[in-house]
């Protein structure tokens, strides 16, 4: 299969990575030669170099027999017409376009046939709908769903107040009181996936696997105190803080917008009425404090630089914030900041790398292909949705007959409205949705990969 890659910033470059280990053909296309050559030298890949929007630079690329193009480049406009150029020459192209001016939302909806776009991916616009769902259960690092909202997979970490501190998987449940199932745990730095025998240690991130009505009881169960969320403060007013303060407003969340530019913040302030839009520089902590942000349910730092986005979280947890949320762009050190008190952390780029890679191997397997994908554990696992189908082997059978493949674990079976967590009685049928869960350099792209 072979894909064609327009762009080499920071969504380009993981997608490389992720592709490439996964043995697919790739041309890297970006007008900077010293970025192409140190993927080069990184990676197994062909590259070319030139406006990927130019037909002639397309045909270098070898658009005519490529099966995909994914436009991921800083311009929308760009990769509006590189989508547009490609399908043109090659009507039988699949094309992704990362898409991520509000402006453009509703004519790409109406116009998606002319622009040729098989998907299209906004990070800030994925990351928004993520922070939304963290903040509506504010005692989760991190909150992913599955099988239409029915089942949850949520990551806790074990503080030395934690009720589950120095407790067996085995003894959870008389802690928890809901049937529960710990997937995945990441323990300095490492991804283990644990048995019945496992003791939870002070410092884990455990991930955890629940019918989404036992949340609420699970963070009853371990004193986790939650609260309605009826005040956040965003600092920073890019796209991510204007599409969080409108799904916030419809929820009913009062929130405060800090920006520095500001151009911006009058924009901001026309966009967003509800919203209270503050001009001036985050990085003075006086002035975070003079804005109320002790007296705030949640902490959202969305400024474009990590390092700051790091300051401003660990001076909100110094101030009491109950809950933080910290935007990075990058992910490359997160052994160290697993450390530190900033609370879950977004990184819009894996969403949208998520989601990418999800139809990719949708193309790959047209049969029994993932319905739903998402990375885990700091990129070390992932947790995979499938329907099973006719072609789905081991339809029927007990859990504990059928021999899975290492790093693979079945987390949950939804039937009809009913989710199970199950046990090795447990089977699944043709209609069931399955959650697998997989560690390691185990790549599922079909359901029937998972078995031996």
């Known amino acids: 299969m072979k894909i064609l890659i327009a762009g080499d910033g920071k969504v380009g470059a993981a997608l490389t990575r992720q592709l490439s280990a996964e043995g697919y053909d790739l041309m890297l296309i970006d007008s900077n030669q010293q970025v192409l050559e140190n993927s080069q030298e990184k990676f197994d890949i062909m590259a070319v170099c030139g406006n990927c929007a130019s037909m002639d630079i397309l045909l270098q690329a070898g658009v005519r027999d490529a099966d995909l193009l994914i436009a991921a480049t800083g311009a929308d406009e760009i990769n509006l017409l590189c989508c547009m150029t490609a399908h043109g020459i090659n009507p039988k192209l699949h094309t992704i376009a990362r898409i991520r001016n509000p402006e453009y939302n509703e004519q790409i909806f109406m116009m998606r046939d002319i622009f040729a776009l098989s998907l299209t991916v906004n990070p800030e616009k994925m990351a928004a709908l993520e922070i939304e769902r963290l903040l509506k259960y504010p005692g989760f690092l991190k909150r992913e769903s599955f099988a239409k909202g029915r089942v949850e997979l949520v990551e806790l970490e074990i503080d030395a107040n934690s009720k589950l501190r120095d407790v067996s998987l085995n003894d959870m449940d008389s802690i928890i009181r809901c049937k529960v199932l710990v997937c995945a745990v990441l323990r300095e730095g490492t991804t283990i996936t644990p048995d019945g025998k496992f003791v939870l240690r002070e410092g884990d991130r455990i991930f955890v696997t629940a019918p989404t009505h036992n949340l609420a009881v699970l963070l009853k169960s371990l004193g986790i105190i939650t609260r309605r969320v009826s005040r956040v403060m965003l600092v920073g007013g890019g796209r991510i803080s204007y599409y969080l303060a409108q799904l916030l407003h419809k929820s009913g969340i009062a929130v405060q917008i800090i920006e520095k530019d500001k151009g911006r913040c009058l924009n901001l302030a026309s966009m967003l009425p509800t919203a209270s839009v503050i001009h001036g520089d985050a990085s003075n902590l006086a002035l975070l404090e003079s804005e109320g942000l002790s007296g705030c349910d949640a902490l959202v730092a969305l400024t474009g630089l990590d390092e700051l986005n790091i300051f401003i979280s660990l001076y909100g947890n110094s101030c009491g914030v109950p809950q933080i949320i910290t935007k990075l762009g990058r992910m490359d050190?997160?052994?160290?900041?697993?450390?530190?008190?900033?609370?879950?952390?977004?990184?819009?780029?894996?969403?949208?790398?998520?989601?990418?890679?999800?139809?990719?191997?949708?193309?790959?397997?047209?049969?029994?292909?993932?319905?739903?994908?998402?990375?885990?554990?700091?990129?070390?696992?992932?947790?995979?949705?499938?329907?099973?189908?006719?072609?789905?082997?081991?339809?029927?059978?007990?859990?504990?007959?059928?021999?899975?493949?290492?790093?693979?674990?079945?987390?949950?079976?939804?039937?009809?409205?009913?989710?199970?967590?199950?046990?090795?009685?447990?089977?699944?049928?043709?209609?069931?949705?399955?959650i697998v869960v997989t560690s390691g350099d185990t790549v599922i792209y079909q359901l029937n990969d998972i078995f031996e």
């Open 333 to 434: 050190n997160l052994d160290i900041l697993s450390n530190l008190p900033i609370g879950s952390i977004i990184s819009p780029r894996e969403l949208c790398c998520d989601s990418i890679v999800r139809y990719v191997r949708a193309m790959r397997n047209q049969t029994g292909a993932a319905i739903s994908m998402h990375t885990i554990a700091d990129g070390q696992a992932e947790a995979i949705e499938f329907l099973v189908d006719e072609t789905t082997r081991h339809c029927g059978e007990p859990l504990k007959k059928i021999k899975l493949r290492r790093n693979v674990l079945i987390a949950s079976i939804s039937r009809n409205t009913k989710t199970e967590v199950p046990s090795g009685e447990s089977s699944f049928n043709v209609g069931d949705t399955l």
